[in-house]
């Protein structure tokens, strides 16, 4: 899938220093550490997700179909695998090799069984970077615990909401952008924060 190419080509170099411990030095450093520090899951489990997610992919990368084709979102260890493959054959194998990588918990299937080209990748590309620009535009979400992909105008988020109300603001705002046809939501709600006793 052409939406995925420049990011997997990256992640497919970076993968066997993921898989060392390396990810937040080779991922921008203190940028990304700062990003996982701030996360609602937290700094230790941003980076194992990052590590996890590029595990997943340096095993799809044996599988040229798979690894153009697939995407795949990692938060507190959920996968959520997305993406437009040939055949049943190839979405299966996908299934396959993220269940089979150490420390991962449940996967999710999303992957779409068709065709998918340039210009369906032009309309998924302005959506997703249409919602980012909302959420982060949005003083009542906090953008950076969430992951989206779109697939043929599907979108998938993941991540964590820091309250009840902050999940159906997201989902209210991503069902108002022009093109969306479907949300699929994995978000989770934090549990509240009980302040400490004195």
């Known amino acids: 899938m052409w939406q995925l190419l420049w990011g997997k080509a990256v992640v497919g170099v970076m993968a066997g220093l993921a898989l060392v411990g390396c990810a937040p030095v080779v991922l921008g450093g203190a940028a990304t550490a700062g990003v996982m520090a701030a996360q609602e899951r937290?700094?230790?489990?941003?980076?194992?997700?990052?590590?996890?997610r590029a595990a997943i992919l340096a095993n799809l990368a044996g599988e040229k179909d798979l690894f153009l084709n697939v995407g795949v979102m990692v938060?507190?260890?959920a996968v959520v695998l997305t993406g437009v493959v040939p055949d049943r054959q190839a979405q299966a194998r996908a299934v396959e090799i993220a269940q089979q990588s150490p420390g991962v918990g449940v996967v999710t299937n999303e992957i779409l069984v068709g065709d998918y080209g340039p210009q369906d990748y032009a309309k998924d590309a302005?959506?997703?970077?249409?919602i980012r620009a909302?959420?982060?535009?949005?003083?009542?979400i906090d953008s950076i615990n969430y992951n989206l992909e779109t697939v043929l105008g599907q979108v998938y988020?993941?991540?964590?909401?820091?309250?009840?109300a902050?999940?159906?603001?997201?989902?209210?705002l991503v069902r108002s952008i022009s093109g969306v046809?479907?949300?699929?939501?994995?978000?989770?709600?934090?549990?509240?924060?009980?302040?400490a006793q004195r």
Do not use: C, N
């Open 166 to 172: 902050e999940r159906y603001r997201v989902l209210y």
């Open 42 to 52: 937290g700094f230790q489990a941003g980076v194992k997700d990052t590590q996890l």
């Open 181 to 195: 046809l479907g949300v699929h939501p994995f978000i989770q709600v934090a549990p509240p924060v009980v302040p």
């Open 134 to 140: 909302e959420m982060v535009a949005a003083a009542d």
């Open 126 to 130: 302005w959506i997703s970077g249409r």
């Open 157 to 164: 988020i993941q991540g964590v909401a820091r309250t009840e």
């Open 75 to 77: 938060w507190d260890r």
